[in-house]
C-alpha cells in the first residue's frame, strides 16, 4: 500500500506541477472527469489521438511554409486552426497559445513569423508529448500496483 | 577765178588769217568731239539717267558739227571734189540731226524740272519724318523710365524705401532739381513734408491742406503746373536766379477697403498726398507733355505701391497680434486644464475622505437604533440619522453635478421596466403624501411601453426629484402624475424652441407631467430653478431645506438623455406643473439574443442526466470529437459522429435529437448543413435540435448562427457542466426557442 500511496502521491505532484506550469489547464482536469468505467482509457485515446493529429498537422505546416515560391498561408492557417482545436479540447493550454500567435503570423503573411512559430510549437509539442507519457506511465503503475488514480482537483 | 559783182574788191586770201581760222577750226573739233566723249563716260558712269535717248542725239549732233568743222580745214586751200562732197553730207546730217534733238527737247526740258520739284517734296517728308522719330523715340524713351521706375518702386515692400526710390528715379530721369513728397498728417488738416530729393532731413513744414493751390491740384488727375512761389513749391532756400518750374501732381493714398472685389478703388477717400518736382533753375527748360504724363502715371504707381506697403503691414500686425493671442489662450487653456485637473483630484480625494467617516457615520447609527435606547436617546439617534442622511445625500448630489458638469458623467443604458419604475418611486413617496394627506394618482398612458432601454437609476432619481419637489411644496391638495408617449405634432412645444425631438424607429419620447397644487412659482422665479444653490426667496420653500441642486442635477440628466425639462406655474398660490420629456430606446427582441451563451448556473442533474438521447456530433477535428464524444456518452447519451457536412446529412434522421456542429471552420459547412437539416424536416417537432460549437464568441458568427436557424451556442472548450445544463435547458425549453 506504501507503494501504492507513494506512487499516488507523484502522481497528484506531477499533476499539480503540469497544471502549473500550463502544461495543461482545466479543459484536461474534464476530461479526466469523464473517465469512468464505460471508458477506461479515454484520456489515453484522446491523448494519442492528439499526438497523432499534432504530428500530421505541424508535417503539414512544415512542408507548405517550405515552399521557396509562394507559401500557402491560407493552408498553414487551416493547419494552426485545426491544431488549435484540437490542443484547447485536450487543455494542451502553451501549445494553444503558440497556435493563437501563429495564426496572427499567417494572417499577416510573415513567412519568419510563421516558421518561428512551427519551431515554437513542435518544441511544446515534444514537450507536451514526453510529460504526457510519463503522466500515464505513471497512471499504469498506479492501476499495477492495484491503487486507483486519484482525481486532481 | 572769175570776178563778181561784189562790193568789196576780192582779196587773195591771207595766210595769217588762214592759219587763225585753221587752227581754231582745228580746236573747235576738237572740242566737239572730245565733248561727246565727256557725256558718254558720265552716263555710262551714272546708273540713274533717264533720257539715254537725248544724249544719243545730242551726242549726234554734236559729232557731227565736230567733223563739219574738221572738215573745213581741208576747204581753206584747193580742194578736191570728193572733199566738197563729204562736207556736204556732213552738213546735211548735221543739219537733219540737230533738228531733230531740238525737237525733242522741246518735250524733254519740262521734265526735267518737275524731277526738281519732285526732289524738293521728298527731302520735305524725310525732314518730317525724321521729326517724328525724334518724338518716338523720347516717347519710347520715357516708357522705359517709367517701367524702370516703376520696377524700382515695386520691388520693395517698405513704404520708406518705395518713396525714397520714387523720388531718386524721378529726380534722375526727369533731371530734376528738387523732388518733395507732402503727405497728409493724421488730422487731415495739413500736409507735412515727408520726403524730400536733395536735402537729407526734411524740415516738419507744414502747410494747410485747404488752399487753393492745393486743392487744384487734388481735384485733377493730371500733373498741374504751379507757381514756384506758393508755399509747397518753397521748400528750398530762395534761389537769386529764376526758379524752373514747378509740377505738382497728387498722389491717392489708398486703402484696403477701397478694393472692393469688381471695383476700381474708388477715390472716395478724399486722401491725398502731393508730389512736388521742381526743374533746375537758370536751365529755361520747359516741362514737355510727356514729362507730366511720366509724372501722372509714376504717382498712380506710387499709390498702388503704397497700399501694398500698407496692405503688407497691417497683415504683419494682424498676424502678430494673432500669434500673441494664440500664445496668451494656450496658456489659458492649460491653466484651465491644471485648475479642472487639481479640482478632479480634490473631487476625488473627497469623494473618498467624505464618504467613509459618513458611512461610519450613517452605519453606527442605524445599528445604534437597532439597540435599546431610551426615548431621548432614540429621539437623538433619529436625529443624527436624518441629518447623516441629509448630508450624504449632499455629498453625493455635489460630487453627482461636478461629474455632470465636467462632462465625465455617462448614462448606463440598460433595458428596464419603465412601469416598475413608476410603481416604485409611487411607493417611495406614498408614506410622505400620506403624511401630508396629498392625493397622488399615477397614469400611465397605454401605447407607453413596459421596456425601455436608457438609465434606470438615473430616470428614476429624475422622476423622484420631480414629485418629491411637488410633494416638498404642497400643503394639501393632490399630486398627479402622467406618462405618455410623446407624439411628433407635440413633441414641437412653442415654449421650448430650442428644442428639437426627433423621433425614430427605434426611439421614442417619454413625456412625463407632474401637476401638484401647492405654492405655486411666480413667473420671475421660474428662471432661476435650474440654477444650482439658488432657492426661491419665500419662506415656505426656506423651511423644506434641500440645496437647490436637486432639479440642476435633473436638468442636466435629462439633458444626457437628449430631452427638455420646464416648470409651468401660473403664479404664487396656484400650483405648478413640471413637465419633462426623454428620449428613451425601444427594446427589440432582436437585440438581445435569447441563445444560451454560457449559462451561469449549473442546474444540478445526475451523471446519466439524459439516458439514451440520440445525439449526432459533426466535428472535423479528430481530437475535439472525441472529447465532445466522451462528454456526452458520460452524460448517458447514444452518440454518432460524423466528420463532414456531407456525412452529417446523411445520417441525420428524425431519430436524432441534438446534432452538435463545429462552425470555427473557416468556410460555410457548418451552416449549410444547418440549413440543409432545416429544409430535410418540414415538421417542427421532428426536427433535431442544432447547436453550434464555437471557438468564436463574436457577433458575426451569432448571427450567422441565428440566420441559418440554429438553436444555441456553446463555446468551446466545453466542460462537463456546461454540457450538461445546455443539454438540460435545450430540452426543456425548446418551445422557446422556435419562435426566433
Known amino acids: ?153 | 577765178m572769175d570776178s563778181c559783182n561784189c562790193i568789196e574788191p576780192q582779196w587773195p586770201p591771207d595766210d595769217l588769217l588762214m592759219k587763225y581760222q585753221y587752227i581754231s577750226d582745228f580746236f573747235i573739233a576738237l572740242a566737239y568731239f572730245s565733248i561727246p566723249l565727256e557725256l558718254i563716260y558720265f552716263v555710262k558712269k551714272s546708273a540713274v539717267f533717264p533720257y539715254r535717248w537725248v544724249l544719243v542725239q545730242f551726242g549726234a549732233f554734236i559729232v557731227l558739227c565736230g567733223a563739219t568743222h574738221l572738215i573745213n580745214l581741208w576747204t581753206f586751200t584747193m580742194h578736191t571734189r570728193t572733199v566738197a562732197m563729204v562736207m556736204t553730207t556732213a552738213k546735211v546730217f548735221t543739219a537733219v540731226v540737230s533738228c531733230a534733238t531740238a525737237l525733242m527737247l522741246v518735250h524733254i526740258i519740262p521734265d526735267l524740272l518737275s524731277v526738281k520739284t519732285r526732289e524738293l517734296f521728298l527731302k520735305n517728308k524725310a525732314a518730317e519724318l525724321d521729326r517724328e522719330m525724334g518724338l518716338i523715340r523720347t516717347q519710347e524713351e520715357t516708357g522705359r523710365h517709367v517701367r524702370m521706375l516703376t520696377h524700382e518702386i515695386r520691388s520693395t515692400l517698405d513704404r520708406h524705401t518705395i518713396l525714397k526710390t520714387t523720388l531718386v528715379e524721378l529726380g534722375r530721369t526727369l533731371a530734376l532739381e528738387e523732388c518733395a513728397l507732402w503727405m497728409p498728417t493724421r488730422t487731415g488738416l495739413e500736409l507735412q513734408l515727408s520726403y524730400t530729393l536733395r536735402q537729407q532731413n526734411p524740415v516738419g513744414y507744414t502747410v494747410p491742406i485747404h488752399l487753393p493751390v492745393i486743392n487744384q491740384v487734388f481735384s485733377s488727375s493730371h500733373a498741374v503746373k504751379i507757381s514756384p512761389k506758393c508755399p509747397v513749391a518753397r521748400i528750398r532756400p530762395a534761389g537769386k536766379y529764376m526758379p524752373g518750374e514747378v509740377v505738382a501732381v497728387r498722389v491717392p493714398l489708398l486703402h484696403l477697403s477701397n478694393f472692393q472685389i469688381n471695383d476700381w478703388p474708388e477715390l472716395s477717400t478724399k486722401r491725398y498726398a502731393l508730389m512736388v518736382l521742381m526743374l533746375p533753375s537758370d536751365s529755361a527748360r520747359q516741362w514737355h507733355v510727356h514729362e507730366l504724363e511720366l509724372v501722372e502715371v509714376v504717382a498712380d504707381q506710387v499709390a498702388v505701391a503704397l497700399s501694398h506697403a500698407a496692405i503688407l503691414e497691417e497683415s504683419m500686425r494682424a498676424r502678430d497680434l494673432l500669434m500673441e493671442q494664440n500664445v496668451a489662450l494656450d496658456l489659458a487653456r492649460r491653466e484651465a486644464e491644471t485648475a479642472i485637473r487639481a479640482r478632479n483630484d480634490f473631487l476625488a480625494v473627497m469623494n473618498h475622505e467624505m464618504r467613509t467617516p459618513m458611512h461610519a457615520i450613517i452605519a453606527l447609527s442605524s445599528l445604534l437604533q437597532e439597540t435599546e435606547l431610551t426615548p431621548e436617546q432614540r429621539l437623538m439617534v433619529e436625529t443624527i440619522l436624518k441629518s447623516s442622511n441629509l448630508l450624504s445625500t449632499l455629498i453625493n448630489d455635489v460630487l453627482d453635478l461636478s461629474r455632470l458638469e465636467d462632462g465625465s458623467l455617462q448614462l448606463d443604458l440598460g433595458t428596464f421596466n419603465l412601469f416598475a419604475v413608476f410603481r416604485e418611486v409611487l411607493n417611495l413617496i406614498k408614506p410622505i403624501a400620506s403624511v401630508k394627506k396629498l392625493h397622488v394618482s399615477l397614469n400611465l398612458a397605454p401605447d407607453l411601453p413596459e421596456y425601455a432601454i436608457g438609465d434606470e437609476k438615473r430616470l428614476m432619481q429624475t422622476i423622484l426629484n420631480v414629485v418629491g419637489n411637488a410633494v416638498k411644496f404642497s400643503k394639501e391638495g393632490s399630486i398627479s402624475i402622467t406618462a405618455f408617449v410623446a407624439k411628433s405634432e407635440l413633441l414641437r412645444d412653442s415654449r421650448t424652441p430650442e428644442f428639437f425631438p426627433v423621433p425614430s424607429d427605434n426611439h421614442f419620447y417619454l413625456r412625463v407631467q407632474v401637476k401638484d397644487s401647492g405654492v405655486g412659482i411666480s413667473p420671475q422665479d421660474i428662471p432661476k430653478l435650474f440654477t444650482k444653490f439658488a432657492q426661491t426667496q419665500s419662506t415656505a420653500t426656506r423651511n423644506s431645506g434641500g440645496s437647490g441642486l436637486g432639479l440642476a442635477i435633473c436638468k442636466r440628466f435629462v439633458n444626457l438623455m437628449e430631452g427638455h425639462i420646464w416648470i409651468e406655474s401660473e403664479g404664487l398660490g396656484k400650483g405648478c406643473t413640471a413637465i419633462f420629456m426623454v428620449k428613451l430606446g425601444i427594446p427589440e427582441r432582436l437585440n438581445e439574443p435569447k441563445l444560451p451563451f454560457m449559462p451561469k448556473v449549473p442546474t444540478n442533474h445526475g451523471p446519466t442526466a439524459f439516458p439514451g438521447l440520440k445525439v449526432l456530433v459533426m466535428d472535423e477535428n479528430g481530437v475535439s470529437r472525441m472529447v465532445t464524444k466522451g462528454l456526452l456518452v458520460h452524460l448517458g447519451c447514444d452518440v454518432t459522429m460524423v466528420s463532414s457536412g456531407e456525412e452529417c446529412l446523411h445520417v441525420v434522421s428524425h431519430e436524432h435529437k441534438v446534432v452538435f456542429m463545429d462552425v470555427c471552420v473557416p468556410g460555410m459547412d457548418g451552416y449549410e448543413v444547418a440549413i440543409r437539416i432545416n429544409e430535410k424536416f418540414t415538421k417542427r417537432h421532428e426536427r433535431p435540435i442544432i447547436v453550434a460549437l464555437t471557438g468564436n464568441t463574436d457577433k458575426v458568427t451569432k448571427e450567422n448562427c441565428m440566420r441559418v436557424g440554429m438553436d444555441g451556442i456553446i463555446l468551446k472548450p466545453v466542460s462537463l457542466d456546461k454540457m450538461r445544463s445546455v443539454l438540460s435547458d435545450l430540452l426543456e425549453h425548446r418551445v422557446l426557442f422556435e419562435a426566433i
Open chain 1, 1 to 153: 500500500m506504501d507503494v501504492v500511496n507513494q506512487l499516488q502521491r507523484q502522481f497528484i505532484d506531477y499533476s499539480a506541477s503540469l497544471h502549473r506550469e500550463g502544461f495543461l489547464d482545466d479543459q484536461f482536469t474534464q476530461l479526466q472527469k469523464l473517465q469512468d468505467d464505460n471508458s477506461p482509457d479515454f484520456v489515453v485515446e484522446v491523448a494519442s489521438l492528439f499526438f497523432e493529429d499534432c504530428e500530421k498537422l505541424i508535417n503539414n505546416m512544415a512542408r507548405a511554409l517550405e515552399q521557396q515560391q509562394g507559401v500557402d498561408f491560407k493552408q498553414v492557417d487551416a493547419s494552426v486552426h485545426q491544431l488549435k482545436g484540437s490542443s484547447s479540447s485536450i487543455g494542451a493550454m502553451r501549445v494553444k497559445d503558440v497556435c493563437i500567435a501563429f495564426r496572427s503570423f499567417c494572417e499577416a503573411q510573415n513567412r519568419e513569423g510563421c516558421l518561428r512559430c512551427l519551431q515554437q510549437v513542435t518544441h511544446e509539442y515534444s514537450l507536451l508529448k514526453n510529460k504526457l507519457q510519463t503522466l500515464f506511465r505513471l497512471q499504469q503503475q498506479i492501476l499495477a500496483a492495484g491503487g486507483s488514480i486519484p482525481v486532481v482537483e
